[in-house]
Nanobody, 113 residues
Protein backbone atom coordinates (compact mmCIF):
# COMPACT_ATOMS: atom_id res chain seq x y z
CA UNK A 1 0.00 0.00 0.00
CA UNK A 2 1.35 3.43 -0.89
CA UNK A 3 0.18 7.00 -0.42
CA UNK A 4 1.43 9.75 -2.70
CA UNK A 5 0.67 13.37 -1.94
CA UNK A 6 0.78 16.00 -4.64
CA UNK A 7 0.05 19.68 -5.08
CA UNK A 8 1.65 23.08 -5.52
CA UNK A 9 4.54 23.91 -3.26
CA UNK A 10 3.82 27.63 -3.17
CA UNK A 11 0.50 29.32 -2.46
CA UNK A 12 -0.17 33.02 -2.11
CA UNK A 13 -1.81 34.41 1.01
CA UNK A 14 -5.62 34.47 0.91
CA UNK A 15 -5.70 31.77 -1.78
CA UNK A 16 -6.76 28.14 -1.45
CA UNK A 17 -4.29 25.35 -0.80
CA UNK A 18 -5.28 22.17 -2.60
CA UNK A 19 -3.52 18.83 -2.13
CA UNK A 20 -4.38 15.37 -3.42
CA UNK A 21 -3.40 12.02 -1.99
CA UNK A 22 -3.38 9.12 -4.41
CA UNK A 23 -3.63 5.72 -2.75
CA UNK A 24 -2.47 2.52 -4.39
CA UNK A 25 -2.93 -1.02 -3.13
CA UNK A 26 -5.98 -0.41 -0.92
CA UNK A 27 -9.39 1.10 -1.57
CA UNK A 28 -10.16 4.25 0.41
CA UNK A 29 -13.79 3.13 0.50
CA UNK A 30 -12.89 -0.05 2.41
CA UNK A 31 -12.81 -0.06 6.19
CA UNK A 32 -11.61 0.01 8.85
CA UNK A 33 -9.08 2.75 8.16
CA UNK A 34 -9.69 6.46 8.02
CA UNK A 35 -7.69 8.72 5.76
CA UNK A 36 -6.06 11.76 7.32
CA UNK A 37 -4.30 14.97 6.54
CA UNK A 38 -1.65 15.93 9.07
CA UNK A 39 0.76 18.84 8.88
CA UNK A 40 3.98 19.93 10.53
CA UNK A 41 4.88 23.62 10.51
CA UNK A 42 8.59 24.44 10.57
CA UNK A 43 10.02 23.98 14.05
CA UNK A 44 6.71 22.70 15.45
CA UNK A 45 5.00 19.42 16.15
CA UNK A 46 2.50 17.47 14.13
CA UNK A 47 -1.00 18.89 13.78
CA UNK A 48 -3.99 16.86 12.66
CA UNK A 49 -5.96 18.75 10.02
CA UNK A 50 -8.84 16.42 9.25
CA UNK A 51 -9.93 13.08 7.87
CA UNK A 52 -12.39 11.25 5.67
CA UNK A 53 -13.89 7.88 6.56
CA UNK A 54 -14.56 4.93 4.27
CA UNK A 55 -18.22 5.98 4.10
CA UNK A 56 -17.25 9.51 3.07
CA UNK A 57 -17.92 11.29 6.35
CA UNK A 58 -15.49 14.06 7.21
CA UNK A 59 -13.85 15.14 10.46
CA UNK A 60 -11.99 18.38 11.01
CA UNK A 61 -9.70 19.97 13.56
CA UNK A 62 -12.03 22.52 15.21
CA UNK A 63 -9.65 25.45 14.81
CA UNK A 64 -9.41 24.81 11.05
CA UNK A 65 -12.95 23.65 10.35
CA UNK A 66 -14.21 26.91 8.91
CA UNK A 67 -11.47 26.89 6.25
CA UNK A 68 -11.11 23.17 5.49
CA UNK A 69 -12.78 20.75 3.11
CA UNK A 70 -11.80 17.14 2.54
CA UNK A 71 -13.32 15.20 -0.32
CA UNK A 72 -12.65 12.02 -2.23
CA UNK A 73 -12.84 10.45 -5.67
CA UNK A 74 -13.30 6.73 -5.20
CA UNK A 75 -12.96 6.04 -8.92
CA UNK A 76 -9.43 7.47 -8.78
CA UNK A 77 -8.82 6.25 -5.21
CA UNK A 78 -7.84 9.75 -4.15
CA UNK A 79 -8.72 12.11 -1.35
CA UNK A 80 -8.20 15.84 -1.42
CA UNK A 81 -7.57 18.62 1.06
CA UNK A 82 -8.64 22.19 0.42
CA UNK A 83 -7.62 24.88 2.91
CA UNK A 84 -9.05 28.30 2.14
CA UNK A 85 -7.80 31.79 2.96
CA UNK A 86 -4.31 30.62 3.77
CA UNK A 87 -1.78 32.71 5.69
CA UNK A 88 1.96 32.19 6.23
CA UNK A 89 1.02 30.28 9.40
CA UNK A 90 -0.30 27.51 7.14
CA UNK A 91 3.22 26.89 5.82
CA UNK A 92 4.03 23.27 6.66
CA UNK A 93 4.85 19.84 5.38
CA UNK A 94 1.49 18.20 4.70
CA UNK A 95 1.16 14.44 5.06
CA UNK A 96 -1.62 12.13 4.00
CA UNK A 97 -1.97 9.00 6.11
CA UNK A 98 -3.97 5.83 6.50
CA UNK A 99 -5.02 5.95 10.11
CA UNK A 100 -1.75 6.32 12.04
CA UNK A 101 0.28 3.47 10.65
CA UNK A 102 0.95 4.41 7.04
CA UNK A 103 2.16 7.80 5.79
CA UNK A 104 2.81 9.42 2.47
CA UNK A 105 6.12 11.13 1.85
CA UNK A 106 4.94 14.65 2.74
CA UNK A 107 4.45 17.71 0.57
CA UNK A 108 6.10 21.00 1.50
CA UNK A 109 3.69 23.90 1.11
CA UNK A 110 4.87 27.46 1.57
CA UNK A 111 2.44 30.35 1.83
CA UNK A 112 4.13 33.48 0.60
CA UNK A 113 3.55 36.34 -1.78
Amino acid sequence: VQLQGSGPGLVKPSQTLSLTCTVSGYSIATGPYIWNWIRQPPGKGLEWVGAITPSGSTLYEPSLRSRTSISRDTSENQFTLQLRSVTPEDTAVYYCTRSVGLWGQGTQVTVSS
